[in-house]
């Protein structure tokens, strides 16, 4: 028997695994670790958080992923390029990390890597039904799996998209699994480049769960940030706070078929990047804007669009608390605006439900590769759109 296979078997019978969970999201600002233990599977699973770190990209590298990025003509050797490279950066990043953990590559039992999207497309978006659903995920986990010598799963939206979905947001599961709670009605927002959340009823209500994309969390303030001002990202929304909204250009942002329609769905930075923003701005003559007013109205937009969705899902449920993760938490105009909008309601930081909250989707990811080798195919099936499979792609060091 080749020795993986005796080796993943065992992996899966232990009462409990050593898991590293690994994101590189749409906002491209670095590799998100986290050292996750991980016991039991399913509603049973309890998940510990032991350590994480964002390991920031370098400049030329972040250059690199750019020039593929949601674009939608590139150069293939480029992108066959990168498929490798960043497998390869990966696996030296955990590779090192270890090291300055003091934790041995043996001791991990498994390596779960989400990879890069450099492309989502699902039917809604292209509106082409030539063909199906799809969604692009590179940096591959052989590469991983060979460089750090630890079993590897990676590339868990495909199975998502064969089974029925859109190939997200897969937080469905692990927000499902790990944060619904008997009585507290619960929306769990992340606002990383794209926002996205999950709606958990209380489990007593009977009622179904769903996770769902919002619209732009931070992409279309980095993106005009970078283009603009030569920063990566508008830190503790200094330049925004300055500004003033333009309320016909946040109304031409808001207006597109995208926000009707129904839930669950997905976009990203294939929709709402500089283009959409310029489009708009034609439209309303607001071309002239000054940057920092420009900046108010996309925090603005953002803002809304998050607060209409969650008003929408949830409309007629009281007692609603809803905790915030991502990138976007940092951003304090943003989350007064949140706030404002959402009157009455409890906002609060992810980490009241013990957990880090800028940890929290590469400790998704770790759990997805738990269910896939210890768990049953059918445990999230209450929630909509989350169809019963395990996800990933297994990759042997040897
Ligand atoms: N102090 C801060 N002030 C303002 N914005 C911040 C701050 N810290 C982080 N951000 C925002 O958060 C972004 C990173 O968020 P995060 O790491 O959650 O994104 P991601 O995981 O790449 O996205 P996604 O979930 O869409 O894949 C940054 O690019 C920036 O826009
Ligand atoms: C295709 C893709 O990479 N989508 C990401 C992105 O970033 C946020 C949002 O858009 C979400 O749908 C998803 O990631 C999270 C981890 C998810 O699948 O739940």
């Not at 009462?15 to 670790?33: C, F, N, P, Q």
């Amino acid at each position: 028997m080749n020795e993986y296979v005796e080796k993943l078997y065992t992996i899966a019978r232990q009462d409990h695994r050593l898991i590293v969970g690994l994101m590189s999201g749409t906002s491209l600002d670095g590799l998100d670790i986290a050292l996750c233990r991980l016991a039991g599977s399913g509603r049973n699973t309890v998940l510990e958080m032991l350590r994480f770190e964002t390991r920031a990209y370098s400049h030329t590298f972040r250059n690199k992923i750019r020039s593929v990025f949601s674009k939608r003509t590139i150069d293939q050797q480029l992108l066959c390029g990168l498929h490798a490279l960043i497998g390869q950066v990966h696996g030296t990043l955990v590779n090192e990390t270890l090291v300055q953990w003091g934790v041995s590559n043996a001791e991990i039992d498994l390596i779960a890597s989400h990879g890069q999207t450099v492309f989502h497309a699902p039917q809604s978006l292209t509106g082409n039904y030539d063909y199906p659903n799809s969604t692009l995920q590179i940096g591959d986990g052989d590469h991983l799996a060979v460089a750090t010598g630890i079993i590897t799963i990676s590339d868990f939206r495909q199975k998502h998209i064969a089974a029925g979905g859109e190939g997200a947001p897969l937080a469905a599961y692990g927000d499902y699994l790990l944060f619904a709670s008997e009585q507290e009605t619960r929306v769990l927002l992340n606002i990383g480049g794209i926002a996205n959340f999950t709606f958990l009823p209380a489990i007593d209500s009977g009622r179904p769960c769903f996770a769902t994309d919002v619209g732009p969390g931070n992409t279309l303030m980095d993106q005009y940030m970078q283009a603009k001002l030569g920063m990566e990202m508008d830190r503790d929304a200094r330049v925004a706070a300055t500004g003033t909204i333009s309320e016909v250009l946040l109304r031409a942002l808001l207006n597109h078929d995208f926000f009707a329609l129904p839930f669950p769905k997905t976009t990203g930075p294939e929709l709402f990047n500089l283009q959409y923003l310029a489009d708009a701005q034609q439209a309303t003559g607001t071309e002239g804007l000054a940057e920092n007013d420009v900046m108010a109205t996309l925090s603005a937009f953002s803002a809304s669009a998050i607060v209409a969705s969650i008003q929408r899902a949830t409309g007629q449920y009281e007692n609603l608390q809803v905790y915030v993760s991502g990138g976007g938490l940092h951003n304090p105009l943003l989350l007064d605006r949140i706030r404002d909008g959402l009157a009455g309601v409890r906002v609060s930081s992810f980490d009241e439900l013990g957990l880090l909250p800028d940890a929290k989707e590469a400790a998704l990811f770790a759990l997805l590769a738990n269910e896939t080798v210890a768990g049953k195919a059918a445990d999230a099936s209450a929630v909509m759109n989350a169809p019963a499979v395990c996800m990933g792609k297994i990759s042997f060091p040897k």
